[in-house]
């Protein structure tokens, strides 16, 4: 299971005329987050501030842009799309051209048969769904073995405490594509100013001091009781404390985790991951690997300050 709680899939329809659009939306909005653009450009800039959808529809003949070429431009930075053209002529270069080289998934002409063009957006998405999950694979395991990578580099390499956690936060933050990342020294049971950052964002604050996660891990220290388990805010509506929600949207944060490190049954540190965006979501794997890897760094944290 996931952090944060499934949404619907979201879908592109990109076409010239309106009443199409609406044909679309309607057709899809139950299974789908459904997103409408006009035009290839306006999709273009829609997508780079939606981010990435699981199946674009576009239209083939548009003014300015053929939904050919438009779907080509998406295919740099959202591989994993699914792509589908409507066409309403014989063109057959240009879509053989497309699919071909990978960057459209089916065509369909028009008029379309609702029950067919619903069948092939299916299929679509249950191809996305496995493309995403090989995709997640492949970069878990490059997570894994930059964090090993660091684990090692701190041990072996590393001559002080500060350049370790600095080692150690760059490596959680690249690994998870986090907008920032902290790891803070807690000594008696309350932290102390010996850190490491990495950070993205000149936006996100880099101080653990005021957050509500880590208050309340402190204060369950203080109380006598074991602090080892991940703890984590999303920002879902209606669902948060109204103070916690305000601090982290001041921060803008959409997504948090702090993870204790231990080494010995001892709090060692905070490592806290952060991410602005709202649709940011991690699989149960990677909070497995986050949590274990966090441990593994426990033991190189030890070392350093031994040493």
Not at 22 to 49: I, K, P
Request: aromatic share 6%.
């Amino acid at each position: 299971m996931s952090l944060t709680k499934p949404k619907k899939p979201k879908m592109l329809v990109v076409d010239d005329e309106p009443d199409n659009l609406d044909l679309l939306y309607r057709t899809f909005r139950r299974d789908f987050q459904v997103l409408r653009s006009e035009s290839g450009a306006e999709a273009l800039t829609l997508l780079s501030t939606e981010g990435e959808v699981a199946v674009i529809i576009s239209d083939q003949r548009m003014p300015e842009m053929k939904g050919t070429e438009f779907l080509s431009k998406t295919v740099p930075n959202f591989p994993d799309t699914i792509r589908i053209i409507l066409t309403g002529f014989t063109d057959v270069e240009d879509l053989v051209e497309a699919i071909n080289s990978g960057q459209v998934y089916k065509y369909i002409t028009k008029p379309w048969d609702p029950n067919e063009l619903k069948t092939v957006v299916q299929q679509a998405a249950e191809t996305y769904n496995i493309l995403k999950q090989r995709t997640e694979e492949l970069h878990r395991a490059q997570a894994q073995m930059i964090l090993m990578q660091a684990i090692v580099q701190v041990t072996q390499v590393s001559d002080n405490l500060e350049n370790s956690l600095k080692i150690i936060a760059q490596a959680f933050g690249d690994s998870f594509c986090a907008d920032n990342c902290i790891v803070q020294i807690v000594e008696d049971d309350r932290l102390i100013e010996t850190k490491g950052t990495y950070t993205k964002s000149e936006s996100i604050t880099n101080s653990l001091e005021n957050d509500p996660l880590v208050q309340d891990a402190i204060a369950s220290l203080a109380a006598g009781i074991a602090t080892h388990q991940i703890q984590s805010w999303v920002n879902i509506p209606g669902e948060t404390v109204p103070a916690v929600a305000e601090y982290y949207q001041n921060t803008n944060i959409q997504v948090h985790l702090i993870v204790p490190i231990i080494s010995h049954s001892k709090l060692l540190a905070f490592l806290s991951l952060q991410w602005q965006d709202k649709d940011r979501q991690i699989a149960e794997e990677d909070l497995k690997l986050i949590h274990l890897s966090a441990q593994q760094i426990g033991l190189a944290i030890t070392s350093t300050k031994k040493g």
